[in-house]
């Protein structure tokens, strides 16, 4: 195993306040550790440059990068790698700006010792870690959408139109939501019937979308690509098949009484 060690100035963010030569001197005597070195702009031309030459000369299989936050320059650094011919994930950041300089400002024997133990962290595990390589998984593209109020049907019929197929769920016995129940919408007072009521219909006849109705969510696992949602559908004691939605023989036979 061959480990390189870069400690970045960051021009005075870092070395104002750290002993960047000390920190390398310490690398440099720290098990694998064939090369250690301090750069004054790392994420800059010069310094990713400075970081391939080793890595092609010295044979290195392995990077430690102790500079700032890897937020900001991690992409940078996996792609000196990729460059070089070494696994992407065979990095180590080392954040001793955010997590040293910057919080021990003024203290620099404090910030120097604490930059010296983070990179023998560092170090320690960047020895442990293990190519990754991407790869491709089959994942189910439908949707699932919760809901069907107004909100559920437009992105339901906007996925649907799309091709994808939808599965909508909603927990009472009929769809709309609250705006099935007012009598005129925003913004031009129009009645709301008329506006949801075609959007309803395209979404019970719509190709792509099937529609559970008085039905819940009752578990959801797996991961983005590959879930297993599991619900449950409420005895509606109807035939859906059967029902042709014309209310009166159901009221005759069930009459209620409304005070």
Known sequence: MRIGVYICHCGSNIAGTIDVEEVRKHASMLKDVVIARDIQFACGDSGQEQVKKDILEEK???????ACSPRLHEVTFRRVLEQSGLNKHFLEMVNIREQGSWVHANKNALATQKAKEL??????RVALLSPLEKRTVPANKDVLVIGAGVAGIEAALALANMGVKVHLVEREPTIGGKM????????????????????????????????????????VRGRAG??????????????????????DICAKVCPIDVP
Do not use: W
């Not at 990179?119 to 320690?124: L, T």
């Not at 129009?190 to 099937?210: G, Y």
């Not at 590959?226 to 209310?247: H, Q």
């Open 60 to 66: 290195l299989d392995r990077i430690v990068m102790a």
């Open 180 to 219: 099935a129940l007012m009598n005129e919408v925003f913004p031009n007072n129009d009645c709301s019937l008329c506006v949801l009521a075609p959007k309803m219909s395209d979404v019970q006849n719509h190709p792509n979308i099937t529609l559970y109705t008085n039905s819940e969510i009752t578990g």
């Open 226 to 247: 590959n879930y297993l949602i599991t619900g449950v559908t409420k005895p509606r004691y109807v035939d859906p098949r059967k029902c042709k939605g014309c209310i």
């Open 119 to 124: 990179v023998a962290m560092g170090v320690a």
